[in-house]
């Protein structure tokens, strides 16, 4: 039976994560000030800019010589700025107008991230297809994605749907838009008929209740731990008839000691796998600021599945993210962002 547990809780940080939010030992060169002030434009709705635009991180830009200015979302960027940096995540078709506008009139203006490449994460269809092309397979380990399928179809032919296609029952429906959060957990053929199309069904994936969110930032790789859905076991598909709406629980940073976990399910996946991951995933969607939701098969050490990827996530709760972000920032504007990957992990 799935719980309505905190999904998304954070259960636990890296030391290292810790001590380098301290600014204590970090091990990528940290960008020269620039000469002059680097202006970062940003367009974000006030619910992201409160949460990503705290003291902490102006007051860390401020020191290296960064500053954060509002952007009029319904003026032409021309009339505002000068900028060297936009950083956005708005929807709307007059914001994406005035940004091209922008861009082609401004070609050395950094825009994160283009919204031609911001495009692929829209959907939970689009979003996983570059790590299922990619299948990645190495030493450290295997990175797949569950098996899904798009439905747009009337609810009755679900059932026939997910049989032609050879998913295997629980399966998580997800809306097709990833902006929406609101997901359920179909057990049996008959609950399948009771979702609402267009959506996506994905083949749930035992993995212990822990999941990882590998947040990205250019070259940048930091992994924290969530609680997750617990296990589902035979029991639980005969007992269970219906869909189970889970609720979507972005639940603040919570410090939980490791010892609480079982440790084959909460070790962090291999750097090395995060890292080839993290760099293809990189050049083939064009991107610099996403986070990858990824889960480990509960009985296995290193088959691995992602089921989500998001634009811009929170980075607010990310450990030390203001000293990742200026420091990234810093080396867009040097323009050479030659950075040595930083990781920081408690256990590599
Ligand atoms: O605000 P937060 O901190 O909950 O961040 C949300 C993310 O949570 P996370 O950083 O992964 O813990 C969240 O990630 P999940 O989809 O929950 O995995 C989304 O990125 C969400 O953006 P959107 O609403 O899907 O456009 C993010 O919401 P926005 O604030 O970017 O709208
Ligand atoms: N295929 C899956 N197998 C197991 N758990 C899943 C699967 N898909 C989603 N979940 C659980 O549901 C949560 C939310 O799913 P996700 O795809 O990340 O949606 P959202 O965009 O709302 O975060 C995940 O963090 C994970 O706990
Ligand atoms: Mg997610
Ligand atoms: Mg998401």
């Not at 994406?96 to 919204?115: C, F, G, I």
């Not at 410090?255 to 079982?262: C, G, I, N, V, Y």
Request: net charge neutral; charged share 25%; proline share 7%.
């Amino acid at each position: 039976m799935v719980s309505g547990g905190c999904v998304g809780a954070e259960v636990e940080v890296d030391p290292e994560a810790a001590a380098a939010a301290a600014g204590v030992e970090r091990d990528e060169a940290v960008a020269p000030a620039p000469a002059r002030e680097l202006v970062v434009g940003y367009a974000l709705t006030s619910k992201k800019a409160k949460s990503f635009l705290q003291p902490k991180l102006r007051g860390l830009a401020r020191k290296k010589g960064i500053l954060f200015v509002a952007i009029d979302h319904k003026r032409p960027l021309s009339d505002q700025g000068p900028f060297d940096i936009v950083l956005h995540k708005l929807t709307g078709k007059g914001w994406q107008q005035l940004l091209e506008e922008y861009r082609e009139a401004h070609p050395e203006v950094t825009v994160l991230d283009p919204p031609g490449a911001i495009a692929h994460l829209l959907d939970r269809q689009s979003m996983l297809q570059e790590v299922s092309e990619l299948d990645l397979t190495d030493r450290y380990g295997k990175v797949r994605v569950p098996k899904q399928l798009f439905v747009n179809t009337d609810p009755l032919s679900i059932p026939a749907a997910v049989t032609r296609a050879g998913l295997s029952l629980p399966l998580v429906a997800k809306p097709l838009v990833a902006k929406s959060h609101e997901l359920s957990l179909a057990y049996d053929p008959t609950s399948l008929t009771q979702l609402e199309p267009p959506l996506v069904l994905q083949e749930f994936v035992n993995h212990g209740g822990v999941m990882f969110k590998v947040y990205i930032v250019g070259d940048a790789i930091r992994v924290v731990r969530r609680f997750s859905l617990p296990n589902v076991d035979e029991g639980d598909l005969s007992n269970n008839a219906g869909v189970f709406r889970f609720p979507r629980v972005s639940c603040a940073a919570a410090s939980a000691d490791d010892a609480d976990l079982d440790p084959c399910v909460a070790e962090l996946p291999p750097r090395p796998l995060l890292e080839i991951l993290a760099r293809e995933l990189r050049r083939r969607l064009g991107l610099r600021l996403f986070n990858i939701d990824m889960i480990r098969e509960h009985g296995t050490r290193d088959r691995f599945y992602v089921i989500d990827m998001n634009y811009f996530p929170g980075y607010g709760k990310m450990p030390g993210y203001e000293h990742v972000f200026t420091d990234f920032l810093l080396s867009l504007s040097q323009k050479e962002y030659k950075r040595r990957p930083s990781y920081s992990s408690g256990e590599w």
